[in-house]
């Protein structure tokens, strides 16, 4: 199968996407509540879709999608058309990158460690005191 066809059959859920999401932004700071409306957004535009035309978004979509670029979850791409009157038609399109939403969504997180919490534990309680 080759690979646009298998692309275009892939679906991710909406609890995938949340998930992915949890996993990137939820990290800087993102609330689950946040999260889940970015979710509900992002399907809103592409439902079962991979790509949205770039002329379908506002300023204030556009920089969320710039965002979600930068988290790796979407990517662009464009395409020229030549016009019957000689002038050049560029389109800009956004994907939504559903295997790696995938992946993101199905890995195991792993549990940070607080190298620096530690330091406060061996520090004994008379250091905490004031006089």
């Known amino acids: 199968m080759d ?13 995938e996407l949340t998930e992915a999401l949890r996993k990137t932004l939820g990290k800087k700071g993102m609330s689950g509540s ?10 809103s535009f592409f439902g079962f879709n991979d790509e949205v035309i770039d002329n379908l978004l506002s300023p204030k979509d ?3 999608f710039y ?8 990517k662009t791409r464009s395409e020229e058309i030549n016009l019957k009157r000689g002038k050049l038609w560029r389109i ?9 939403i995938k992946a993101l969504a199905a890995s195991e997180e792993e549990e940070e460690e607080d190298d620096f919490g530690s330091v406060y534990d061996s520090i004994s309680e008379e250091v905490w005191t004031r006089d």
């Open 67 to 74: 965002m979600l670029e930068e988290e790796g979850l979407l």
């Open 34 to 43: 946040e999260i889940g409306k970015l979710a509900d957004y992002l399907i």
């Open 92 to 100: 800009h399109y956004w994907i939504i990158k559903k295997e790696y």
């Open 62 to 64: 556009r920089d969320v």
């Open 3 to 15: 690979e646009e066809l298998q692309r275009t059959l892939t679906v991710i859920s909406l609890s």
